[in-house]
């Protein structure tokens, strides 16, 4: 043993005798214990290297950082080496494999810091950082020291010096719950000025005010900033107004301000703790389910209670089929048809809710070649009828505006785009709709006909957009704008604004024979905000389809799926599949044909539909917003009535819809005189 001055002994107290591990014919390790780490364990060098001896660290008496020296003696074959090497030292967790603790320590040419070991004696400093030790002493470090890119094995475990077990008790660092610490655990005064953090911590607020003076604010030094008081002074109030809603002002001296009677209305309610004016009511045969923060109700019929069942019925024209409503901007009924007789188009406008008196007669808009067919109908921005429909004879789309409230007379007619070649014998598949988009202009929907390399007629579906309400150009160039021409798609189509204010449109696809829905990626339906999306893919889904926008503000699809009535509700504006809710709201045999929806003032949607089983006019009253339930009525039982059924909500909050009798047929209106057509 070589010892120290006493000072080393304490710290030091090390070995200066080698222990050898291994064969001394071949490599070995040799190794000196440190005071502050020690290593365990044998390394094996790969066969043609070297020996590495490890020496002690030296501690500073100085306050240190996170390095600490490390001493070696590097032989090969015996013999001391004499060389700059390439040394790479490594911290893990675990005597093999585990998890690395600390970047790797390098110390090789390509860093340009190689070691030159002199006599097969070389010194490094190595620094794994502040994070490497800082940790509980049953965590175990091992050192893996790598020779000029062969890793000697096994790994080192790192121990403790005997004075750095006094380290130890920092271990209760690691285990201190919270709120452990009180006042019993500090010392009296202990915690002053430079322990704290003065951007989280007051210092002790030491100012004073001088008297006639305030406090205006504090530093983080416990100084105040101050300023004149003027509490007490002489100032006096010269004018304080009543406001709208109050009475008393103005105030020039002294006074009082109260509430004026009738000053309280909607504007100064908070309507989810006060109750706006009850404003609604039901109809005969009706409960009130609920009043709604604005006042109006929520009503259900009353099974099995005496209720209104009369239907106010009229006929409007013995020629009439592809029939559409809309409520004018009059208050009143106007429809457009197909004059079958006549292949003309017509209007009719009513002169009540019930439309029991018409404009006599209806007016022949168009009347040049086979026009009128698929008719859509819509009031424009400017309170005038606008009119969508095929053009049989020359293949187009055609738009008219109405002249007057009334459709007396119309506008030229305006095409909007070739309909390509129709199918033979499959006129019924040339559909549009229309509608107003969110800018105030016309937008229609349709099926155009393109023919493919075997001369098939293929339907894309397409969109138009006005320019004006007369719809006199296009809203940009490139229009109108085919959304889908993935297979033959695009009929039975409906168009609707949707709350998010762009246009979403149903359709139907006829090669795979599924319902879809294709949203528009802007107000102009310049293309589509995802690709259109399959809503319904049972087995012959989504002929007869009628969409609107929800009182929730999201689409709603009435459609005609399997001989069944069913209802898609989308669960986001774009209708993912995935989150809509389809409902067979009728599953009576062969009923949904001609499907129209339209959303009550009772927020539920409502349905007209056409049952060819027994040939009669049907609506169901959905009872939830999703339509997840419905209480279905017939409304006509004359023979065929119901095909080309079309329904819209009346100025009054009454179901009012139009349809055919017979075929050729009669030209109906029915007003219902209650919400749900009971």
């Not at 259900?300 to 019925?313: C, E, I, N, S």
């Not at 320019?467 to 160039?477: E, I, L, P, R």
């Not at 599953?587 to 027994?614: C, E, F, H, Q």
Request: with cysteine; aromatic share 6%.
């Amino acid at each position: 043993m070589e010892e120290k001055g006493s000072d080393d002994r304490k710290r030091y107290n090390r070995m200066t005798r080698p222990c050898v591990l291994g064969s001394t014919n071949g490599p070995y390790l040799q190794r000196w214990w440190s005071p502050r780490l020690a290593w365990a364990g044998r390394l094996t060098l790969p066969s043609a290297f070297l020996v590495l001896v490890l020496a002690g660290l030296a501690l500073a008496e100085t306050p240190q950082g996170t390095a600490f020296s490390y001493q070696g003696t590097l032989l090969q074959g015996g013999v001391p080496v004499n060389a700059s090497v390439d040394l790479v030292f490594d911290l893990f967790d675990a005597p093999v494999a585990g998890n690395q603790v600390a970047p790797s320590t390098p110390f090789t040419a390509a860093n340009g810091n190689p070691v030159s070991v002199q006599g097969g004696v070389f010194t490094v400093a190595l620094d794994f950082g502040p994070l490497a030790f800082n940790s509980p002493v049953s965590q175990e470090r091992y050192l893996q020291v790598t020779v000029n890119g062969d890793v000697l094995s096994p790994r080192t475990k790192i121990e403790n010096a005997p004075y750095a077990l006094q380290s130890r008790t920092a271990e209760l660092a690691y285990t201190v719950a919270n709120a452990s610490i009180g006042a019993a655990q500090i010392a009296p005064a202990g915690i002053g000025l430079i322990q704290i953090d003065a951007t989280q911590v007051q210092a002790r607020v030491s100012g004073v005010c001088a008297s006639g003076e305030k406090v205006l604010s504090i530093a983080a030094d416990g100084s105040v900033g101050c300023a004149v008081d003027a509490i007490g002074g002489a100032g006096t109030v010269t004018n304080i107004a009543s406001g709208t809603g109050l009475t008393g002002g103005p105030i020039t001296n002294s006074g009082t301000l109260s509430i004026a009677n009738g000053g309280v209305g909607i504007a100064q309610i908070n309507s989810t703790q006060v109750q706006a004016r009850v404003t609604g009511s039901c109809a005969a045969g009706e409960y009130l389910r609920g009043i709604n923060a604005d006042g109006t109700v929520a009503c259900a019929a009353v099974t099995g209670a005496p209720r209104d069942t009369r239907l106010d019925t009229t006929t409007v024209d013995i020629n009439g089929s592809y029939t559409s409503i809309a409520i004018g901007s009059d208050g009143l009924p106007v429809l457009s048809y197909y004059d079958a007789t006549n292949r003309d188009l017509k209007v009719a406008h009513c002169r009540d809710s019930a439309c029991t008196d018409t404009t006599i007669p209806p007016s022949a808009i168009v009347v040049t070649g086979d026009v009128g067919r698929f008719s859509s109908i819509a009031i424009g921005a400017n309170g005038l009828p606008i009119v969508s429909f095929l053009d049989v004879t020359t293949k187009v789309l055609d738009f008219v505006q109405c002249a007057d409230v009334e459709c007396a007379s119309a506008a030229p007619v305006v095409l909007l785009s070739p309909t390509g070649p129709l199918p033979a014998g499959t006129i019924s598949n040339g559909s549009t709709s229309i509608a107003v988009a969110a800018d105030g202009t016309p937008i229609v929907s349709f099926v155009n006909y393109v023919q493919n390399g075997s001369g098939t007629a293929i339907g894309q579906l397409t969109v138009a957009h006005c320019s004006d309400a007369a719809c006199t150009s296009w809203q940009f160039v490139g229009n109108p704008v085919v959304l889908d021409a993935s297979a033959n798609v695009g009929q039975y189509n409906s168009i609707a604004i949707g709350g998010d204010g762009a246009a979403v449109i149903s359709y139907f696809d006829s090669t795979n024979g599924h319902l879809k829905v294709a949203h528009c990626a802007d107000v102009y339906c310049s293309g589509t905000s995802v690709p259109p999306i399959t809503l319904d893919s049972t087995a012959s889904a989504g002929t007869f389809t009628s969409i609107k926008a929800g009182s929730d503000g999201l689409p709603i699809v009435s459609y005609y799926a399997s001989a069944h009535l069913k209802v898609a509700h989308c669960g986001d504006a774009v209708c993912t599949a995935a989150l809509a809710t389809l409902t067979t709201v009728d599953n009576a045999p062969a009923v949904g044909r001609y499907s129209s929806l339209a959303i009550g003032t009772d927020a539920m949607p409502v349905i007209s539909y056409y049952d060819a089983t027994k040939t009669l006019l049907k609506v169901a009253h959905c009872t939830t917003v999703t339509c997840s339930s419905a209480v279905t009525t017939t409304v006509d039982s004359t023979p065929t009535a119901g095909q080309f059924s079309s329904l819209t909500i009346g100025a009054d909050g009454l179901p009012v819809m139009s349809y055919m009798v017979g075929n050729p047929g009669t030209l109906k209106v029915l007003k219902c005189n209650n919400r749900s057509c009971l």
